[in-house]
């Protein structure tokens, strides 16, 4: 029998700009899903750690992040 100890997913999140909306509106709005998905990661209480947050040329942000999976115990993964 096999049990699991610890988990932790590593991630690589883009958030794009939106198409259909003008430049400054779109990253206004991305910045908006940005705050939006770490608030959403606070609600559900999903232990996380952002390891990394870069705005790229276009304005869309790329996100590392290590989070919990499943509610399973972090072990030394999320400090």
């Known amino acids: 029998m096999k049990r699991i100890k610890?988990?932790?997913?590593?991630?690589?999140v883009h958030f794009l700009l939106k198409e259909d909306m003008p430049h400054d509106a779109a990253i206004?709005?991305?910045?908006?899903?940005?705050?939006?998905?770490?608030?959403q990661l606070d609600r559900?209480?999903?232990k996380y750690q952002i390891t990394?947050?870069?705005t790229q040329p276009d304005g869309s942000i790329v996100i590392k992040i290590?989070?919990?999976y499943?509610?399973?115990d972090t072990g030394d993964y999320i400090s």
Do not use: D, F, M, P
Request: hydrophobic share 30%.
């Open 52 to 54: 990394e947050e870069t």
């Open 70 to 72: 499943n509610h399973h």
């Open 28 to 39: 206004t709005a991305v910045k908006g899903e940005v705050a939006q998905y770490k608030a």
């Open 6 to 12: 610890a988990a932790c997913l590593l991630q690589t």
């Open 66 to 68: 290590r989070k919990q």
């Open 44 to 46: 559900s209480n999903t």
